[in-house]
């Protein structure tokens, strides 16, 4: 049971983005993928997600090969997605936004949406509330409630910190520990690094898309100047105050 | 994308060369049916460059402009029976009292966007169908309307062009000058408003410009182009009809202009040999020119579906094959802020007092008030807590319902949102405001637009912007090519030109990584050095707050729960219990 992302080379405007990145996820791991803007993270979400063209390599899902794939295959195979910047459905209710998610999965919608309430509390109490009127934090948990909704195996989770205060940052962070205590498999974009090294099993750091670090992540968390090498190459020394 | 006024791009050069060819060789090579078909297709390729540049440089649908057309027609008839001036006289006539025209029928529009913009257009050319079709044009009659029936209309021709071959020369003489003086204005002060408007009205606001103005400029410059398409198509056909300013023709050659490609000259006159020359060639062969329409449609589809620059745009893909290599994305570490830092440099202050801001039932922020003195002050607070809310009664945006917000003892309150930026207020975005239709200097240039300043001083300035932030490799990169960190730089060099007082920055080093975060920071800190400005930093990094701001206010729920210095704030348990958690924060 795994999630294998092997050799992959994503491409945008026939032009190579990522070249040969390899990882591979087990139930209940968590992976960050690290990386300055323009390293290639978000490319290497959407060529996952299918939405960029794959010019080599494979994606690989307990046996499953979602190589480039439609989102809805890549759902299907246990894989959700969670994007960038808290997206909700702003003019439907809470209830309504993770019943449209669920949707896919109608057979157990009450089950799923009876858990992810439990999972947010906090989204229960506002079940009859316009998603467009909810705080940032409470968005992204409606974000996160719609890939939960699809019960993944696998959760791919993009930014999710960015633009929320501290506090809802680590209410959003112990959830994904409860997730990978129940099995799921994570792998997280994060511009918080110490954050996310603390959940990782497995760190990738990009720079101009390929891996410049590829392994444990308590190493990284060990040792800031590999950190530091990784997204800067051995050019440059540089002290973070 | 070029600043140079004279600068003759390659696609500029090939339409220079196609209208030389459509001057020179066409006129010799046609008959007569076809020389007046070639003559309207120039007419509407003129003025649905009106309506192009609308919708791709403002990104505003406007459904007059046939109908524009019409009352520049009416105009030039009726200036051709009554007196005898001469046609240039009455061309020019014609095309500005359409551009008043153009201007009164933007009056409604100008405070509407999108969709309702669109229908109000659309309305606008109903009425003008409806006046077109009772009253006629004018042949040669009495009165005011001029309309006699059964008499036969003289139209005068230019001196230099009174055959028809000469006419089409001429025609698509005065049409190259309409797409010159587009391309000119979109080049100067308004092309880079356009371009924020386009991004969004708010960030043009705090970028100084006066969205009103800038606005009615527009539609005055398509009304103008639009009167001088009916006044020429008047000369061509020396009657018209109404049936040939439906509203529903408006339509069509907003929905041509879309399938041809409105960024580009090409697709205008694509969109005018569409509308024109394919009824006319179905009509030889002896096809119903109805058929037309169902090609039209055809068009549409594939721009919908394939073609979001239009078949301009395909073409454009082909020839150029996007040779240009890019240059390397900026790394923050090789960002060198100055070392002078934070030196307070003069005794300024900003007083917010007692600010309340109702949002029908949700008081969103209810009697804050902070006299902040230090340069660099931060606010801090949940989701939701308003502190975007407050930024934006800074701006101008929201009104507070009391209290005032004033900068050693200037107040705000008088000052309208593009008033406060000449004054030196900026601003940076959540969401960052970078059009992708300027380059990276002109992104910046525009904050300066309005200044008294030369335009050597305003260049020079936005150079040393950009060399603060060490974006100078990028000056010339369209703002569609920057990753999010070199947005977030851009913001800040727009932020430091033209002598600012007061830069508020909301959430800069959202979406960046630790090292981008304090390559930032490093530039936040050198600000006032560099400006004498004060800076206002919301942003949810705890510790890019806790390492540039000297005082910082907390909100939630819209109330002030703590102000002071930073380091007292974040070690107050109400600010932990609300904002940070429970965890001990290390400042």
Known sequence: MSFKVIGLNVQSGGKNILTNISFTLGAGEVITILGSNGAGKSELVLGIAGVLKIGAGQVVVDGTDITAKSPDIVRAAGVAVVPEGHKVLTQLTVDENLRAAGSLRWHDIEANLHKTYERFPELADRKTQLAGTLSGGQQQMVALGHALMSAPKYLVIDEMSLGLAPLIVKRLFGVVHELQSQGVGIVIIEQFTDLALGVADHAVVLRGGRDKYNGPADILLANPEQLDEAYFGTGHKRTIT | ?587
């Open chain 2, 1 to 587: 994308m070029n600043t140079h006024l004279f600068h003759v791009t390659r696609s500029g050069a090939a339409g220079l060369l196609f209208a030389a060819f459509a001057c020179l060789i066409v006129p010799l090579v046609v008959g007569s049916f076809w020389l007046s078909v070639f003559t309207s297709t120039a007419c509407f390729a003129l003025a649905a460059a009106g309506t192009a540049f609308m919708y791709a440089r403002l990104g505003m649908v406007s459904l007059t402009q046939v109908g524009l057309m019409g009352v520049g027609g009416w105009v030039m008839l009726r200036l051709n029976y009554a007196y005898g001036l001469p046609f240039e006289v009455n061309l020019i006539l014609a095309s500005l009292i359409t551009m008043i025209f153009g201007m009164i029928l933007a009056l409604p529009a100008l405070r509407l966007r999108g969709l309702y913009l669109a229908l109000v257009t659309l309305m606008a050319a109903g009425g003008l169908e409806i006046i077109f079709a009772t009253f006629q044009f004018p042949n040669g009659g009495g009165g005011f309307w001029g309309v006699e029936t059964g008499r036969t209309p003289f139209m005068a021709r230019p001196i230099v062009a009174v055959s028809d071959a000469a006419y089409l020369r001429y025609t698509v003489c005065v049409t190259t000058f309409g797409f010159l003086l587009i391309e000119m204005a979109r080049r100067l002060n308004p092309g880079r408003a356009w371009a924020m408007i386009r991004r969004s009205e708010a960030a043009a606001m705090a970028a100084g410009i006066n969205v009103t103005l800038y606005k009615t400029i527009a539609f005055a410059l398509a009304g103008l182009i639009g009167g001088l398409a009916g006044g020429l198509l008047a000369g061509s056909l020396g009657l018209l009809d109404g049936g040939t300013f439906r509203a529903s023709e408006s339509i069509m050659v907003f929905a041509l202009t879309v399938v041809g490609g409105a960024r580009y000259w090409l697709g205008v006159v694509i969109a005018a040999a569409l509308f024109r020359i394919v009824p006319a060639l179905l009509n030889n062969w002896g096809v119903d020119a109805d058929l037309s329409f169902v090609i039209f449609g055809a068009g549409l589809l594939h721009a919908v579906i394939t073609a979001p620059n239009g078949i301009a745009g395909q073409v454009l893909d082909v020839v150029t094959k996007k040779a240009a290599k890019p240059t390397p994305s900026i790394d923050p570490s090789q960002i060198s802020a100055p070392t002078v830092q934070t030196a307070k440099t003069s005794d300024s202050t900003i007083e917010i007092d007692g600010i309340k801001v109702q949002f029908g039932g949700v008081l969103a922020l209810n009697n804050v008030s902070a006299c902040m003195a230090e340069p660099i002050s931060g606010i801090i607070g949940p989701n939701g807590a308003g502190k975007t809310t407050l930024m934006n009664v800074f701006s101008g945006f929201v009104a507070s319902k009391s209290g005032s917000i004033s900068v050693d003892g200037f107040d705000l309150g008088s000052l309208s949102p593009h008033q406060r930026s000449e004054w030196g207020l900026r601003r940076s975005f959540q969401k960052e405001e970078i059009s992708e239709d300027l380059t990276v200097a002109e992104n910046v240039r525009v904050q300066i637009d309005t200044t008294r300043q030369s335009a050597a001083d305003k260049k020079a300035e936005v150079a040393r912007a950009l060399a603060y932030v060490g974006m100078t490799t990028k000056a010339r990169t369209s703002g569609a090519d920057l990753n999010t960190f070199e947005r977030r730089l851009t913001d800040i060099a727009k932020c430091i030109v033209g002598a600012p007082k007061l830069i508020m920055l909301d959430e800069p080093a959202g979406g960046l990584s630790i090292q981008e975060t304090n390559a930032l920071g490093d530039l936040i800190l050198g600000i006032h050095a560099q400006t004498g400005a004060h800076v206002l930093l919301i942003d949810h990094d705890v510790d890019l707050i806790a390492r540039v701001c000297s005082q910082t206010l907390v909100i939630d729920f819209g109330v002030p729960i703590a102000f002071g210095p930073t380091h007292a704030v974040l070690s107050d348990p109400k600010v932990k219990a609300a904002y940070l958690g429970t965890e001990e924060f290390a400042s």
